[in-house]
């Protein structure tokens, strides 16, 4: 069973440590901001996103390095992190978030629907995660915005509890 938070719990763990976010996303093709911002009063903790649907999106807009793609494909926990790390960048957020993967119904880069990797950014490093989810196409992809709104309330929380903050 995959983890999940919801948008508020999202929006509410940023709120509280005054953090804002950013999204590069690719199999949920812009759920993730699209929930962020379904909060009311979500425009004080979220910067911006950015759709990278197409690997060539990933690398010239995201600047994910080409032959990291190369050699892994755009389905990779190394992709994702980058993904995070630039997005986060990009927009001046605190917290960088990422999703890729397949939502199918069919397999991609070799790998089957459901194998998706989340990554969150943040200012003490990257944290990339490997999910594998089933379900239809639009399961899968709901699944993953859950999963990777965990990943940010759990970051969030551990990074504001590190010590020095």
């Known amino acids: 069973m995959t983890t999940t938070a ?4 999202a929006v509410d763990a940023l709120r509280s440590v005054g953090a804002t976010v950013a999204t ?3 199999l949920t093709g812009g759920l993730v901001v699209a929930a962020l911002v379904s909060v009311p009063g979500a425009s004080a903790v979220v910067r911006g996103g950015v759709v990278a649907y197409a690997p060539d999106v990933k690398t010239g807009l995201l600047g994910v390095d080409e032959q990291l793609v190369a050699r892994h494909g755009t389905v990779d926990g190394e992709v994702a992190a980058r993904m995070a790390e630039r997005a986060r960048d990009a927009c001046g957020a605190t917290y960088g978030i990422a999703t890729t993967g397949v939502a199918g119904p069919d397999p991609s880069e070799g790998k089957p629907p459901g194998t998706v990797h989340v990554a969150v950014a ?3 490093g990257t944290v990339e995660r490997l999910l594998e989810l089933s379900g239809d196409r639009a399961e ?3 699944a ?3 999963a990777a709104l965990a990943l940010l309330v759990a970051r969030v929380g551990e990074e504001s ?3 020095g903050r």
């Open 6 to 9: 919801t948008p508020q719990e």
């Open 144 to 146: 993953t915005v859950g």
């Open 122 to 124: 943040g200012p003490h």
């Open 161 to 163: 509890s590190a010590p």
């Open 24 to 26: 590069a996303e690719s």
């Open 140 to 142: 899968i992809r709901e």
